[in-house]
């Protein structure tokens, strides 16, 4: 092959196939794509054109928001109280205590809630946790101390869901120990 036929048969990269048939409605016009378009001071919403007007996302009636406020606090006695470190430990020692005595449950099970209780005990002391984070994990330990274990658990969840990053050392820990106190309880 000689040089100069060999660059007129090599296409390039982005070129179209040699055997591409244009069909009517296709059009050989380019558009540019780096040019920019004028500014204009009028708003394109209230245009006829549908095509020039611009798209809102939906409007969310506020029925159908659910706020994790009104989830969490089912009282207004845990809406206003923000438990204590110190409380929360004592309440922790309590359920924990509780599940030493079933004597049922691991050793190990019981060391590694323990440690997990730990991490989250320094955390907050720390003030690592969020005003709102201490709030949810203060619901509940409230709920514990009620024994109201499956509400904990609901709690609990949306704590993952809301705070994942912040919780995640110590979190496995508080559901474990729901989960137990779950158990002993049935």
């Known amino acids: 092959m000689n040089s100069s036929n060999k660059s007129s048969t090599i296409d390039g990269w982005n070129d179209p196939p ?10 050989t016009k380019r558009i540019l794509l780096n040019k920019r378009v004028p500014y204009t001071n009028q708003d394109l919403t209230s245009t006829n054109n ?10 969310c009636s506020p029925s159908s928001i659910i706020s994790t406020s009104s989830l ?7 809406k206003d109280n ?4 110190e409380e929360i430990n004592e309440i922790f020692k309590k ?17 590694d809630i323990n440690k997990k209780f730990q991490v989250m005990y320094d955390e907050w002391c720390q003030e690592k946790l969020s005003l709102n984070t201490k709030q949810i994990l203060s ?12 509400q904990a658990f609901d ?8 705070a994942g990053s912040e ?11 729901i989960q137990e106190l779950q158990k002993l309880s049935n």
């Not at 549908?50 to 409007?59: A, E, G, K």
């Not at 923000?82 to 470190?85: A, G, N, S, V």
């Not at 919780?167 to 120990?177: A, M, N, Q, Y």
């Open 18 to 27: 040699a055997n591409l048939s244009l069909s009517e409605n296709m059009s």
């Open 50 to 59: 549908s095509s020039n007007s611009l798209t809102t996302p939906p409007v």
């Open 72 to 78: 969490l606090d089912n009282d207004t006695s845990t």
């Open 82 to 85: 923000l438990l204590t470190i």
């Open 95 to 111: 359920q924990l205590k509780k599940l030493e005595d079933s004597s049922n449950i691991e050793k190990k099970i019981l060391e």
């Open 139 to 150: 619901n509940i330990f409230h709920e514990l101390d009620s024994d109201h274990i499956q």
């Open 155 to 162: 709690i609990h969840i949306i704590l993952v869901r809301n």
């Open 167 to 177: 919780v995640i050392r110590f979190i496995v820990g508080i559901k474990r120990l």
